[in-house]
């Protein structure tokens, strides 16, 4: 009885070359630290997705079927490509589990024809596994993994703490429950933001890579000079009109998660 576990994890079709990455919604946020995130597992990809088929034209469905015409590792990790897939994950971020699948029904998640077989990818963990008709043998050249548990455990991590009542006592800037009043015209708006835009800039370094998920556009000029335009003013308002047909109650306008007009940077 005791040998009989071992065959279990064999069952499915084609086992991970590279196990999920934790951290997918922290590294989403900025473009180098998405390059870090995907860089090992595209490097894999690429290098199998061309050494099986001697092809390197193929789509990427993030990109709405776009050819990977430089090669699979310099697409993943183009700005355009995590411009594409930040516009489609973040107004409903999947969670770390919900992430973690390989579900080709998911739209994070691709597949790619290969001699016997799929390369299947997981555009958000990073995941790869290729699964082979003749039962899922694959190349050596696998990265080594950590198992399943720890990674398990790691992901839910997240999870765990965030029903925790912490969040009030951590606000750098408190709730302004004039937000409507000012939205009304673009002077009483730059007052409003200044504020918080400068506490954006003094705690988070990387504020001139991220996007801002109203705008969809990178906040180059400076998180206080994007949070206090027009623009990005103009932006709110209009998905505001798109979800609302009045705006939120103080209640609910002061939630801080769980609200697409809530936005996360840096670590989760």
Same mark, same amino acid.
């Given at each position: 009885?005791?040998?009989?576990?071992?065959?279990?994890?064999?069952?499915?079709?084609?086992?991970?070359?590279?196990?999920?990455?934790?951290?997918?919604?922290?590294?989403?946020?900025?473009?180098?630290?998405?390059?870090?995130?995907?860089?090992?597992?595209?490097?894999?990809?690429?290098?199998?997705?061309?050494?099986?088929?001697?092809?390197?034209?193929?789509?990427?469905?993030?990109?709405?079927?776009?050819?990977?015409?430089?090669?699979?590792?310099?697409?993943?990790?183009?700005? $355009?490509?995590?411009? %594409?897939?930040?516009?489609?994950?973040? @107004? &409903?971020?999947?969670?770390?589990?919900?992430? *973690?699948? /390989?579900?080709?029904?998911?739209?994070?998640?691709?597949?790619?024809?290969?001699?016997?077989?799929?390369?299947?990818?997981?555009?958000?963990?990073?995941?790869?596994?290729?699964?082979?008709?003749?039962?899922?043998?694959?190349?050596?050249?696998?990265?080594?993994?950590?198992?399943?548990?720890?990674?398990?455990?790691?992901?839910?991590?997240?999870?765990?703490?965030?029903?925790?009542?912490?969040?009030?006592?951590?606000?750098?800037?408190?709730?302004?429950?004039?937000?409507?009043?000012?939205?009304?015209?673009?002077?009483?708006?730059?007052?409003?933001?200044?504020?918080? $835009?400068?506490?954006? %800039?003094?705690?988070?370094?990387?504020? @001139? &890579?991220?996007?801002?998920?109203?705008?969809? *556009?990178? /906040?180059?000029?400076?998180?206080?000079?994007?949070?206090?335009?027009?623009?990005?003013?103009?932006?709110?308002?209009?998905?505001?009109?798109?979800?609302?047909?009045?705006?939120?109650?103080?209640?609910?306008?002061?939630?801080?998660?769980?609200?697409?007009?809530?936005?996360?940077?840096?670590?989760?």
């Amino acid at each position: 009885t005791a040998q009989q576990p071992a065959p279990a994890p064999a069952a499915p079709s084609g086992d991970l070359l590279v196990e999920h990455k934790p951290g997918f919604q922290a590294a989403i946020q900025a473009i180098d630290g998405w390059k870090k995130h995907v860089e090992p597992s595209a490097t894999l990809l690429d290098d199998e997705l061309g050494k099986r088929t001697n092809r390197w034209d193929h789509p990427c469905s993030v990109c709405d079927g776009k050819a990977m015409t430089r090669g699979t590792l310099d697409h993943l990790r183009s700005k $355009g490509h995590w411009t %594409e897939l930040w516009k489609k994950v973040s @107004r &409903s971020m999947p969670s770390p589990e919900q992430g *973690a699948q /390989m579900d080709l029904k998911l739209p994070w998640v691709q597949s790619w024809e290969i001699p016997g077989g799929l390369a299947i990818f997981n555009h958000l963990t990073a995941a790869l596994k290729l699964e082979l008709g003749s039962g899922g043998s694959y190349s050596s050249t696998c990265i080594p993994v950590t198992p399943a548990a720890p990674v398990a455990s790691a992901m839910q991590a997240p999870v765990a703490k965030a029903p925790a009542s912490a969040p009030v006592q951590s606000l750098i800037v408190e709730h302004k429950m004039d937000w409507f009043e000012a939205a009304k015209d673009s002077n009483s708006w730059w007052r409003h933001m200044e504020g918080p $835009g400068q506490a954006v %800039e003094e705690n988070l370094s990387s504020h @001139r &890579s991220c996007l801002c998920k109203m705008c969809e *556009a990178e /906040m180059k000029e400076g998180a206080k000079a994007h949070l206090t335009s027009q623009d990005h003013r103009e932006a709110l308002m209009s998905q505001l009109k798109c979800m609302c047909n009045a705006p939120p109650p103080p209640e609910v306008a002061s939630k801080m998660e769980g609200v697409y007009w809530v936005q996360r940077f840096g670590p989760l």
